[in-house]
Structure formats: C-alpha cells, structure tokens
C-alpha cells in the first residue's frame, strides 16, 4: 500500500503549531485539580469528605464493636469445673453461734445457692433465710479489699510486722490483751487462740453474743453444775409450752428445731395426733404465730407465768410450791397437758435472766423431760457468750487497763449493750484490731483492720452440739486480698503453720478415726458432718427454786414495758447490708426495710393511732435518758402495755444498703440478774408524734374475711373425727347431675391437657409451714429475683415469686364485713404460702394477646420472656395475685444500685443463676416451678435412659423448708411422695379429659370454685386445741 | 318529599338560604383565626406538649411511673382507654344509625360528633400502646402479621386482641364515613377558595368531585351502605371492649350484663361529650341558627334513656352482688362496702354524676336550658370516668385473696398521660374546627327548605 502522507491534525492549532500551543499541548487535560484552594490552611471540599468518610466510618465501626465481655474462656479446663454443670461442696455456715450444716452449689467456680445438707443430723437438710442469703454477703462490694491501718490500705506484711511490734511490747509491759468474739462453734479455731495466748500470756478471750444465752447457762451451772445448754428434742415433745422463747425463728437453734417441731404437727392417714404448743408472750413472734394456745404476757410477767406454772405442775406432781406466783390464763391447763405428757414435753423460756431459767429447768425436771426431749450430756455450743465477762471487759477498757484488743469477728459497738460506752473508751486501748470483713462500726474505729475471709472462702471446721463435728470448706478462691482470721493469730502468735493444715492437724490429733487420716478426712469433708458417740450422763436437779422465783418474779410491773426482739431476717444485723434479708418480709408483720414499734390494738384505739395500708403516726420512745423516733406498726397479738422493737437495725457502718435503715434499739438493752436482758420493764414512754410514716408492707389486709375457700382449717378433735373437717367443698347446680349440684371443676370449657408424660405438682402442708420464709430467699437465690427497695414495697411492687401469706383470724361467727377485716386483739395466725398455681385451666393463658404465657405438656404454666409485651392482663386476671411485673429495669440501673446489689455491679452479679434469665423491663414474671431444675434432672436422668426418680428433683423452696411443709412432684408417678400424699387417682371425666383426682380428704385447692384446677395442693391446717376460736 | 309539620319546631332557624349556610359555615374556615381559638390552640398545645414529656419519661423509665402495683394492673391507662372509645361512640352513633332512622335533626351536629369520634378512639388508641410494658414489640406483636417466629401466632383467645381488631375496624370505617360526608363540603370551599394554596388543598382533599346527579347519586348510595356497615359497629367496640372484663375471672369485672351495660355507657358518655363540644362551638362560632335548643333537648333526651339504662344495670350488679351471696362479689364493689369503705369517694363520684345529676334532665326547664345542659354534660363525662375506674381499680383492688388487697394512688404521670390526650384531642378538634367545615354544608342545605321557618312562612 502506498504511504499515505496526509496530514492530520487535531485544530488549527496544531496544524499552525505555535509556540503557545505546544507550550501547553502536552496539559490538554489538567495535571492537577485544585486541592487546597484556600491555601490559608482552613479544610476544602475534599478534606471535609474525607473526614466525613472516615468520621461515618468509625463512628459505625465504633458501632459495631461487641461489647466488652468479661468472659474468659479456660486454656486448659480444670479437671473439677465443666462448663454448665453445677459442682456442689459440703460446707458449714457459721456466722457467730449461728449453725447449718449447707450444701453449696458452683457454677463455673463461683458459689451461686445455699442448699442444706441432708446427711447433717442436726439441720438435716433445713435452712433459714439469713444461710440462703449469705452467698450474697460473699458477693458484697463493700467488704474489705486490703488489710487496713489506721483507716489506710496497706499490705499484709506490714501490718503483721506493726502488729507483731506493737503485741511484743505490750507483752512485754506486761499489758493486758482482750480476744473479743462471738461465740466459736470451731474448736481448732479456739486452739488457735490458745496458741495465740500461749504467745501473749496476758492474753484471755473474752466471748459475747448479741442473741445471749448466758441466762441458761448460768442457770444449768446452778441446777446442774453445768454451765452449758441442753439440746433439746422437740420432735419428742407431746406438749410444748414456751415462754417468750421464738424457737422457730431465732432462738438458738431455730433451723433444728422447726425440723424438729414440724415432725409433731404432720398429718396423715397413720397419724391423727399432733403436739400441742403453749406460748406466753409479749409481741407476736413466729412462735407465738404458730402456737395451738397463745396467752400475751407482759415481760415483767414471765418470771410470775414461769412460777405459776411451776406450782401447777408442783401441785400435780406432789411438788411444793414457790411464791410469787401471778395468774395467767391457761396455765392450769398447760401444767395438766404437760403431766400427762411427763417425759414427753419441753417447757423452755427465751429470757436470759438465769432466776427464769432455774425455774425452768426445774419444771421440766418434775416432768422428767431431761434424758428424753432434754439432754444435758450433749450440750450445744450455738450460745458461749459471757455476759458478765463482757460487761467486766467494758468496764476495764473504761478504766484503761487494756492494752491490746482484737476483736475477732465481732461488732460490739454496735451490737452490744453498752456499745456507746465502748466506742468513747477505745481511744483508752493502744492497740485495737479488727479481723472484721467489713468496716463495720467496730472496725472502724481500730487501729488495724486484718480483714477475715467469708466462711464461703474459708476452711474451718464446728462443734455446733458436743459430738457433732462438722466442716467448712472454701467454694472459691479469695475474691479479695483477706486473710482467714485464724491465720491471722497464727501469724500474730508466730506460727508458720497455714491453717488448712492447722486444721487438718487438730483434726488427726483429736478426733478418732480407723483407717489413714486422708481418708478419713475426704470422707468427712465430702459429707461436710461428723457425729461421733458420746457419754450419756444423767443430772440431777439441785437448783434452788426458791430464790430464783424470789429473783424471777420480783420484776415490777410498769405501764408501759418494752420487748425487744430479733427479726428472722436481719437478725442480729451482722448479715444487714444484704438486700435479700432486708426486703424479706417479716413473716407476722409483713414488713421490710424497717423496725417499729409494734403496739397493741388496744393501745392504738386508747391513743387514737390509726394505720392504713402501713402509713402510721411515727412515736418517740424514751428509756431511761435515750430517746428512738421510729415508726408505729399496729400489731395484733401484742400484750396490753407492752410495745416491741427489732434489733438488728439503725446500722451506721454497715454498707449502702443498710446505712440508715431503721433504728439502732441495741443502746435499750437491760441487764437483769447479770444477764443481758431483751425486756425493758422500767422507764418506758412512748409519744405519739404528728409526723405520719409509710412502712412498706407487702400484705396491708390482715385478715382472710372468713373466706374458707383460701384458708381451710379445723381443730385436731374434729380432725380425729373426720378427716374432711374444715373442708370446703363448693358446689354448682347442674341439671345433668342426678344431685342437680356439681363440683366446679366438673364443668369446663376446655377440654383439658392430656399428660402423657409428667405432671408436676406441689403439696404445701399449711399444718408444718412457719411461715419462717427460707423458701422466699431460696427463690431468690435460685431465680434470680431483684430487690426493688422500700419505695416500691411501699408502691407494692415487691418481686418475690413465693410470698407467705399471713391472716389473722378476726371475730368469730360475723357477717359484718368492717368486723371481719379486723384482726382480733390475739389472734390465730395462719400462714399460707402462695406462688403461682400452675392452674390446668389458667386464667392467665387465655388473656394473653400474644401467648406469651402458654401451658406446658407437663402441666406448667410457662412464662416466654421474649414474647411478653407487658400489658399485665395475665397479672389482672391471676386470682391468686401471683404476678411479677418488670416495672422498671432492675438491673444496670443506678436507680437501684445500692438496693439490688447482686444485678447493678460486676460483683454482685457472680450470684446470678446462670441458668435463670435476668428478666428485662416490661416483662412478666412469675413462679416456674424451677422449670431449669425439672430440665436438669429430666437430662440427667435421660442421660442414664431412665426417669427421673422422686426427689431427684427438688424446687428451691421445697428444698429449703426446715419443715418439710413443701413437696414437689411428679403426680404421674405413682410411687412419688406427692402421689402418696395426695392419694392421686387418674379418672376419666368424659374421652378428653383425664383429671387427677385427689384422695387426700385434707388436701384442697385454693379458690376451688373457680374451676381452674390449680396444680398446686394445700392440705388444712389443724389446730391442736380445744375449739376454734375464730 | 320532606313532609313539614307547622306544629314541629324547625331545625334551622334564623331564616338561612343555602347561601347564608355555605357563608356561615365556610367564612369560619376562611378567615383568620379568632383570638378565642388562638387562645384555645395555645391551651390544648401546652397540655399536649406537658403530655408529651409525660408519654417520653414512661416510655423511658418504665410503667413503675405510674402509680400501678403487683395487684392493680391496669388503672388509668385501661380507665381512659375505655373512657375514650366510650366517647368516640357518639359521632357514629349520630351519622349511622340516625341516619338510618332517618333523624334530621343529626345533620347540623353530626360532622363534628364524627371528628370528635376519630379524635376519641386515637386518644383511646394511644393507651393499649402506652400501658404496655414493652411497646416497641407490642407494636407489632399484637397483630396477626406474618412473622418469622415460625409457628408463633398471636393468641385469638385474648380479649386485648379482640379488641385490636375491634377498635381499628372501627376506626376505619368511621374514619371512611365521615371523610366520605367531607367530600361535597370540601368541593364547596375549593369552589370558593380565592387563595392557590386553599384551592389546591381543598381541590385535593375533595377528590374531583364535581356536584353532578350522578355524583350524589353515588355518595348518597356510599353514606347508606356505610351507616349500615358501621352499626354493627356502634354495638360491637365496647361489646367487646366490656369482654376485656367479662370475660375474666376477678368478681366485679366478671358480669354478663357487660355488653350491653358497656354499650349505653358509651352512648351516655359520647352523647354527653358531643354536648359539650357543641355548646362551645355553638357560642364560639356563633352557630346558635344551627345549633338550637331543640337539638341539645334531643340530645339531652338521648342522654336520659342511655343514663337510665346505665343506672338500671348498676342496680342489677349491686342486686346481684348481694342476691348471688358471692362474699367476693357482696364485698367491697357490689355492697354497703363501696359506699363506705375506702373507696367511697369513688363510688360516690359515680352515684352522683352518673344518676342523680343526670336525673335532673327529666325535667323539660333543664333540659332545654344551654347551661345546664353543659354542666350536665360535663358532671356526666367526670361520672362515666369514674364508672370505669371503679369496675377496673376497685374490682382489682380487692379480689380473691385478701393478702394482696391494695390501694392505687396515682402519680403525676398517670396524669401527664391522660392529660397528653386531651392535648391532642383539643389541638386536633380545634384544627378540624378551623380547617374542615364543623357544619355539614350539603346535607344542611336539604333540610332547610322543608324546616326553616322562612320556607314556610
């Protein structure tokens, strides 16, 4: 092809090609666009979308970025923890002469549930609110993190070495050295001690209780020359007749003995007798609630009540007489009761003053109780403390003779009579220590602070009644830098020995054993108790009656007299700042966050104080010089001319929760005949003020306004002479039915659930309940369950899944509604646990718009979190008011931090089950029958391919009632406990429905007449006394 | 086709020609706004927005700001939930089934009473939604719609979804109803509209209509098919709303006599708020020629026989509180209980506004008097309020089991809330009132040739 030799060109100017062309021919397209146009260094167009880019980009990244989980997986797993699968340890729950024999179950190293330790003889199995609640101590953000000086953190060896100094030298001035404590259940810990004084010769330790005893063991020094406490049998006792001593809730050893009391008021085909319960008393305690026959005493009364029944049963028995008798009603038929049942009875008092007590002792010595329901040769050691000793302690450091003090565990200016009195004398000691966890009043004011660890992080072993051993052992590392109090003397005595082997070593010395020590030891440990022979020695009565009624009845009688009492809960206010016991209501008052004045109805009509739905006048009480502004509760039941206070509370040192709770009532306490003594005879005035106070109750009705379809109850003859007595049985005209009348559950819409399986079911003996509340903690614990504060108690919004029911029987035989919804001046009490009833046809199903609450096929009423959307209709239409709703959000919410400590701090939270939902707000919640307990037992059992055997499955309350009052199972399972009991047959209705028909002629159903067939039982209560009185 | 008695009062005085309705009811809505309605915009605005903060702090904080516990579920919310759909009866009550009886008197008041009617049951509306514990599921939860939960279908078995439906159909065909009865009224004011953005937006709003025979023929044919449909409707809302209650185990609510109790109430309630309204409208906008004293004596009458009904079916529920010998029914609510117990106040609110002011109206000087009857209005509104608070708070308040027995105080969000739909229904009717013509234009014109008094001079 031929060169083509055209030229082409682009424009005119590349075909004329001038210099300014080609200048800029090659930049036809600009090199650059302009970047910073604003060369003065503001941002242009393009930064801003760059840093708009970027800033969306990391704001979303910022986003999605998980939170921060603190979940550290396992590099290598520890041979013991399987991740979602409980471990339990044996242990022992001691908090001074407090004593229960536990289970503690871990998940994933952390104790989350207290159980009670069935292989232990003693608590065999029970617990009480305060055990249940203490894991929540160990989670407790104010415990003590460091050892302290003088208000300083500092560490161990430093305080060890300062200690050490300063314990030298005032051994070596010869100065005087004070161990203060509780009573010590552990007899290596007492060794230690003894080390410890072997070190310091100046040393003697000094023991104190809040809740003394020292009365009856003086008294049995006097009587029988042994200082020391029996054990008792209540599980023996025909008739029991107690003065003023709250036995099933907090005197001495309550756990043990509502185990005990409770075997006498059970029921049942083969047994149509129960015990008969006398209780003379000023305010209405547990006790008193549950007694057949209860007589309101004045406190000065109880020494002139103890001797007249003294002479009663003298006189009965060919006894001679003492004097200063007073007349009391029912005290001629106690003595005769008590006769009859020589040997079988146990007359015991709650008074400290040992004239009281020898009186007592003598009592039950007429009617032979000692060597069967009373035995002397296996003391218990629940109550050591000295009165004398540690009022002599108080008057010393006051007089500047003490040079060193330790106090060991122990809180006594708070929780000792004359606390105030301590407090300004401390600055006279050089040296103070506290081995106090917690900065509690006492350790506040000492010099050094050895922080003990919680008896859940601890090895320790008890000796809670002679011969009965048993172990605690740790169920988690220290979650703080503290260090076992024993340690801490052994370290001060100069010992290099760790107290695990301490421990270990008292143990291979002192106890005897076949085989090698090792095992011996982990079989101990395992079963956590240790029951050795002892000698059974008898005694013999030598007290001097005479005198002690001369002493016991001399008290003068005032107008006003004030007993002070502990409540099941707070106690003696150690365990105060846990949130659980506070807002546990106390079971006859239904009161939380607060002690008050508990006065008469009498006395409220004379001063014209009126209470509605817990809002009363506030009064000034005045002892002596000091004065209480505290809150009136109206109580029925409480003696004309006596007013009631708590103990335990107007802690200033305690922690958040507890701070300013209440009032402190601990400066009023008295001494009598040596002893500290719960009754204030002289001195007392109350004033009513203007000034109007809310107690937040959770039951502001008292009484059940004759409805016998909530509460059936007869007295034991009618029961002897009908098993059906006090039944209700309500019936519906129906003109298919021959009779023209039907049971209500007979006719239904619904054609019933069909359970192919299981069918759970609950039985609550309302004869055994307390009403002692173990079970509301238990839930707690288990479920998970916030506390919410006294604001909303006040506003009724408490949380609890299980409440107990408390009536108060008003004026027999009326129809006037204003009479029946008021309480008598000394009522019947019935307590009545309530949850959610697993109805068959639930009220609360049907209502729901968004089936959020369905029936399960094994007879559960189930809650679906996720689903609910809170328009509270189920609630609504609950008959039984059983409900929860989530009114706020409990948890991650400052407004509840310092209330419901165990959701609203990283600590609190190691408590949570992790197997339980922490609910969210806006839902509901409700009673599940531990549905995560069922699950785990049926897969454990389904594991080995078999069924779940009866009580493999236990529900939190069940297993935590000292009285056996609950019993949780499967009613498909012929051979379960709660099939037996309730005599279940299956009967076919008509072809779909299959209803379990109930043989038990005393069980019932609460609300029967509602047709919706509830699967939880409750079988009558049964007073053992001669005609009901309301 | 009218036939007009010399003896019967007319229904529109003053003389009017279909001009003087279309400049009366149309120079409203074309003026600026009076001083009195700035003043009232200014009120309702202020409680909607104190309203407001009320609805945001429960919707953030949770339904414990509102004064309810563990055994008081429901108290004011559900209370003004039923308050309001009961208010909201009237409007249809008045275009539907007067309609069908062929009342002329309905046809000045009965396009306010609709407005007030779908302002109600949005102010009734709010409350299912805001009473519950987690509205930002509820939302939709409540409704049968598709999900991908699976098989997880709402629960057909439950009242509150009953009532779902019942209060949206409602709402609906009312809604429907009266835009329908808007459309001529709105081509009038188009027709005169001399501003663009009037002409457009009342162009809009009337959907083209163009006044042809055919045009009305239709809409004449639609109105009818839709009163029809819509009076079911009057009975079934609170029918079942009054379900929400009888259908429910708790003594006091569980009642059969319900349904139609509930229904009357609603009517008494929703006759008695019209009256209010329309006493106010009538002196602020001076429709006293539309408006006149027979129309508020009709009304009036209307609130006797559904006051009386209301009145005999309280009887029967505190007869047979005592006749059934039920302790939990003869307590408290239903006996001497609630006249002298705690919530006496309560019971005597009810007693008082609900059958002794009304009774007043039996007589013929207080019934046709304007101030009485806006005071009668008034008392009976505060009476039906209370009748409802008293079936929910009190009935639950003292049920089965008298450990849970409680009392219900309220707390200022309990207030905020209801307050909050006041403000929106005042700042709503006040709108309506401004905006969209308060009188019915088209039909008023067909009633005044055969009634007014000049027609037949």
């Known amino acids: 092809m031929k060169d083509n030799k055209k030229t082409y ?98 998940r994933e190293g952390r104790p989350i549930k207290i159980e009670g330790n069935k292989l232990s003889k003693l608590t065999q199995g029970g617990v009480n609110a305060q055990v249940e609640a203490s894991v929540l101590t160990l989670y407790d953000n104010e415990r003590l993190r460091n050892p302290k000086a003088a208000g300083k953190d500092t560490d161990w060896n430093t305080l060890d070495k300062e200690v050490i100094t300063k314990l030298g030298s005032i051994a070596a001035q010869g100065g005087q050295i004070r161990i203060v404590s509780n009573t010590i259940l552990s007899p290596s810990t007492k060794q230690v001690i003894e080390d410890f004084k072997a070190k310091y010769p100046n040393t003697s330790h000094v023991t104190y209780d809040a809740i003394s005893a020292y009365g009856m063991a003086k008294a049995n020094e006097d009587s029988f020359g042994v200082r020391a406490i029996p054990s008792y049998d209540f599980s023996k006792a025909d008739v029991i007749v107690s003065f003023a001593a709250d036995f099933l809730g907090t005197w001495i050893s309550p756990i043990e003995y509502t185990k005990q009391y409770s075997k006498t008021r059970k029921l049942g085909d083969g047994k149509k007798k129960m015990s008969r319960h006398y209780q003379f008393e000023s305010n209405l305690s547990l006790t008193g609630s549950n007694a057949d026959y209860r007589i309101p005493i004045k406190p000065s009364d ?29 005290i001629d038929k106690a003595a005769s009761d008590l006769v009859k049942a020589s040997g079988k009875s146990i007359v015991v008092s709650g008074s400290n003053d040992p004239a009281i007590q020898t009186l007592i002792n003598g009592i039950n010595s007429m009617l032979s109780n000692y060597g069967s329901t009373i035995d002397l040769s296996r003391p218990v050691n629940y109550r050591q403390g000295d009165d004398a000793a540690m009022d002599k302690l108080v008057s010393d450091i006051n007089g ?35 081995t106090s966890a917690r900065p509690d009043e006492t350790a506040s004011l000492v010099d050094y602070v050895a922080p003990d660890h919680h008896f859940l992080e601890s090895w320790n072993d008890a000796e809670p009644v002679k011969g009965s051993y048993s172990l605690t052992q740790p169920a988690i590392t220290p979650i703080f830098n503290t260090r076992q109090a024993q340690d801490t003397l052994l370290t001060w005595a100069g010992s290099e020995e760790e107290y695990y082997n301490y421990l270990r070593n008292y143990w291979r010395r002192h106890m005897s054993f076949t085989g090698s020590f090792d095992t011996f030891w982990d079989q101990t440990l395992y079963n956590g108790v240790l029951d050795t022979e002892t000698e059974t020695q008898s005694f013999e009565f030598a007290g001097d009656v005479n005198s002690a009624a001369a002493l016991a009845t001399a008290v003068k009688a005032a107008d006003t007299e004030l007993a002070l009492y502990f409540k099941l809960g707070v106690g003696d206010g150690s365990q105060a700042n846990n949130p659980w016991l506070q807002e546990m209501p106390d079971p006859v008052s239904k009161a939380t966050w607060d002690n008050y004045l508990t006065v008469s109805q009498a006395w409220a009509r004379d001063n014209k104080v009126t209470s509605f739905q817990g809002e009363c006048n506030k009064a000034k009480v005045t002892v002596g010089g000091q004065s209480l502004i505290l809150p009136i509760l109206i109580q029925p039941g409480q003696a004309q001319g006596t007013v009631g206070l708590a103990l335990g509370y107007g802690r200033t040192s305690a922690g958040k929760v507890a701070n300013g709770v209440g009032v402190d009532a601990y400066p009023l306490l008295t001494s009598q005949n040596g002893a500290t003594n719960l009754n204030v005879t002289s001195g007392v005035t109350v004033e009513v003020l203007d000034e109007k106070y809310h107690i937040a109750q959770t039951q502001t009705y008292q009484t059940v306004m004759d409805r016998d379809y909530v509460i059936q109850e007869s007295t034991l003859s009618e ?178 931090e310092d209330i419901n400590t165990s959701m609203n701090n990283d600590l609190g939270k190691m408590v949570l089950n992790p197997d339980v939902t922490v609910r969210s707000r806006g839902v509901m919640e409700k009673c599940s029958l531990c549905v995560q307990r069922i699950q785990y037992g049926k897969l454990e059992a389904k594991k080995e391919k078999r069924r779940p055997k009866d009580g493999e499955i236990e529900v939190a309350c069940a297993s935590a009632c000292p009285a056996d009052a609950i019993i949780f199972g499967d009613m498909k399972d ?57 | 086709m009218q036939v007009t008695s010399s003896v019967r009062e007319p229904l529109v005085t003053g003389g009017k020609t279909a001009h003087d309705v279309t400049e009366d009811i149309c120079s409203q809505l074309e003026g600026r706004p009076s001083k009195s309605w700035m003043i009232g915009m200014a009120v309702a605005l202020s409680a909607l927005g104190i309203g407001a903060c009320a609805v945001f702090i429960l919707v953030w904080d949770g339904i414990g700001v509102w004064g309810l516990n563990k055994t008081i579920g429901w108290a004011w919310d559900i209370t003004n939930f039923v308050w309001w759909v009961g208010i909201g009866h009237a409007g249809t ?50 409704l049968p719609l ?27 065909v009312s809604l429907v109803f009266w835009y329908i009865g808007l459309i001529p009224d709105f081509a009038s004011i188009r027709d005169r509209a001399t501003n ?99 129309h508020v004596e009709l009304m009036n009458i209307v609130i006797i026989i559904t006051g009386g009904i209301v009145a005999i079916a309280y009887t029967t529920e505190f007869f047979m509180g005592w006749y059934s010998g039920l302790d939990f029914e003869d307590y408290m609510y239903m006996s001497y209980g609630a006249a002298t117990g705690p919530w006496a106040w309560a019971w005597w609110a009810l007693i008082i506004c609900n059958i002794l002011v009304p009774a007043t109206l039996w007589f013929k000087k207080v019934r046709t008097s304007f101030v009485w009857s806006f005071v009668i209005s008034i008392v009976v509104n505060i009476g039906m309020w209370f009748e409802r608070f008293d079936i929910i708070v009190i009935d639950l308040s003292h049920d089965y089991l008298p450990s849970s027995w409680s009392m219900f105080y309220p707390t200022r969000y309990d207030i905020g809330v209801f307050l909050f739909t006041f403000g929106f229904f005042f700042t709503a009717f006040l709108l309506f009132a401004k905006f969209f013509p308060v009188i019915n234009m088209s039909e008023i014109k067909s009633i005044i040739k055969s009634t007014s008094s000049k027609e037949n001079k």
């Not at chain 1, 801003?48 to 990391?58: D, N, Q, R, S, V």
């Not at chain 1, 006279?428 to 506290?434: A, E, M, N």
């Not at chain 1, 019933?752 to 839930?779: F, Q, R």
């Not at chain 2, 805001?130 to 930002?136: A, I, K, P, T, V």
């Open chain 1, 719 to 896: 029961y002897q002479k009908d098993a059906f007595a006090g039944r209700y049985h309500p019936q519906v005209s129906n003109w298919m039915e021959p009779s023209g009348q039907t049971s209500p559950g007979n006719i239904s819409l619904w054609e019933g659930h069909e359970y192919k399986n299981h069918h759970w079911g609950m039985v609550i003996d309302l004869n055994s309940c307390t009403g002692c509340s173990a079970c509301h903690i238990a839930c707690q614990s288990e479920n998970n369950i916030p506390v919410v504060g006294r604001q909303e108690v006040v506003n009724r919004r408490d949380m609890h899944w299980i409440r107990i029911d408390r009536y108060y029987s008003s004026k027999k035989g009326t129809t006037d509604y204003y009479e029946m919804i008021e309480a008598t001046d000394n009522p019947e009490v019935t307590f009545q646990p309530m949850m959610c009833q697993h109805c068959n046809n639930a009220p609360c199903e049907t209502v729901c718009p968004v089936a959020a609450t369905t029936h399960s096929t094994e007879g559960l009423n189930q809650m679906t979190y996720n689903r609910c959307i809170g328009t509270r209709y189920c609630a609504n239409n609950c008959p039984y008011k059983v409900r929860r709703f989530n009114w706020f959000k409990y948890h991650d919410n400052s407004q509840f």
């Open chain 1, 974 to 1030: 012929k051979e379960s406990r709660i099939s037996k009991l309730l005599k279940i047959k299956d009967t076919k209705k008509a072809d779909y429905i299959i209803e379990t028909e109930i043989g038990e002629p005393r069980a019932y159903h609460v609300l029967e007449e509602l047709g919706v067939k509830p699967n939880v039982t409750y079988l009558t209560k049964i007073r053992n006394k001669e005609q009901s009185e309301a």
């Open chain 1, 400 to 434: 500047g003779t003490i040079a060193g003090l330790i106090f060991f565990n122990c809180n006594p200016v708070y929780d000792h009579r004359r606390g105030t009195e301590l407090k300004a004398a401390l600055s006279k000691v050089s040296l103070k220590v506290s």
């Open chain 2, 146 to 172: 598709p999900n991908t939960f699976g098989s997880l279908w709402v629960n057909f078995n439950s009242p509150l979804l009953w009532d779902v439906f019942a209060v949206s159909t409602y709402f609906t």
């Open chain 2, 196 to 294: 663009k953005i009037s002409k457009m937006v009342y162009g809009a709003l009337s959907f083209g209509w163009d006044g042809a025979a055919k045009t009305w023929s239709r809409y004449e044919s639609v109105a009818l098919i839709l009163a029809g449909l819509a009076t079911p409707l009057v009975l079934s809302v609170h029918t079942i709303v009054s379900m929400d209650f009888a259908t429910s185990v708790i003594p006091g609510w569980h009642s059969t006599i319900f349904p139609p109790y509930f229904v009357a109430g609603a009517i008494f309630s929703g006759f008695a708020m019209v009256q209010t309204l329309l006493l106010i409208t009538r002196k602020v906008m001076h429709f006293e020629d539309y408006i006149t004293r027979g």
């Open chain 1, 9 to 106: 060109w682009k424009g005119i100017e590349q075909l004329s090609n001038d210099p300014e062309f080609v200048k800029n021919a090659e930049k036809e397209f600009p090199d650059f666009l302009p970047i910073n146009q604003n060369e003065g260094g503001g941002s242009s167009r393009r930064d801003f979308l760059k840093m708009m880019g970027f800033g969306i980009a990391a704001v979303s990244l910022a986003a999605c970025e998980a939170p921060i989980r603190k979940a550290i997986p396992y590099v290598n797993k520890p041979v013991d923890v399987d991740p979602g699968v409980p471990n339990y340890y044996a242990s022992t729950y001691v908090n001074g002469g407090d004593y229960c024999s536990i289970v503690v179950k871990t």
């Open chain 2, 93 to 142: 009550l008045i275009s539907a089934i007067l309609l069908l009886f062929r009342q002329k008197w309905r046809m000045s008041i009965n396009r306010a009473a609709e407005a007030m009617t779908i302002f109600a049951v949005i102010c009734a509306a709010c409350f299912p939604g805001l009473h519950m514990g987690r509205l930002w599921l509820g939302f939709y939860w409540a």
């Open chain 1, 302 to 330: 109880e020494g002139k009540a103890v001797a007249a029944l003294y002479n009663a049963v003298s006189a009965k028995t060919g006894g001679t007489s003492v004097a200063g008798a007073g007349k009391y009603a029912n």
